[in-house]
């Protein structure tokens, strides 16, 4: 028993003492041509100390990413309501459909739909459209995007955001 406790106590210390290791040398890098530590200096253009450079950085919470703008993700849903959502994540700005059926039409599509930027503007809005045999016409995905851009600004009026 008191092996067990000796055995288990030791390899905690030496767990915390690798732990400690980490940050033990937090202002100073490996030069890859030298084997000698240079104190204050940058790594690849980034300062050693700056977050980022510790094993607690990969718990820290992270910015969301990419900035999605709303009239354009309501939009999306709207105009493309006939489409089965399969994934839709707006921290990245992507909406991923299943195949579908147009009301009154007989090809059934599926959508991707990249939304890049906060900005209420075409550059931001990114559509891939898809029947069973393959990529649909220019024509065609220039219309669903026309008509999400339409019922975005739409939905911007209502707002009363001008």
Not at 16 to 37: V, Y
Request: aromatic residues 8%.
């Amino acid at each position: 028993m008191i092996y067990f406790r000796m055995k288990t106590a030791g390899a905690l210390l030496a767990c915390l003492a690798l732990l400690a290791g980490c940050g033990a040398f937090k202002n100073s890098k490996i030069k890859p041509d030298e084997e000698q530590t240079a104190v204050g200096q940058q790594y690849k253009g980034r300062p050693i100390n700056q977050p980022g450079n510790s094993l607690f950085d990969a718990f820290r919470q992270k910015d969301a990413g990419v900035k999605v703008n709303r009239f354009l993700w309501t939009a999306s849903l709207q105009v493309l309501d006939f489409l089965p959502i399969e994934a839709a994540d707006p921290f990245t700005g992507v909406i991923s459909t299943g195949y579908g059926r147009p009301p009154g039409g007989g090809q059934a599509y599926r959508a991707t739909i990249l939304i890049s930027d906060p900005a209420l503007d075409a550059r931001s809005l990114n559509v891939a459209l898809q029947t069973s045999r393959g990529p649909v016409s220019a024509e065609t995905q220039r219309a669903v995007e026309d008509a999400i851009l339409t019922r975005a600004r739409q939905l911007r009026v209502q707002a009363g955001k001008f």
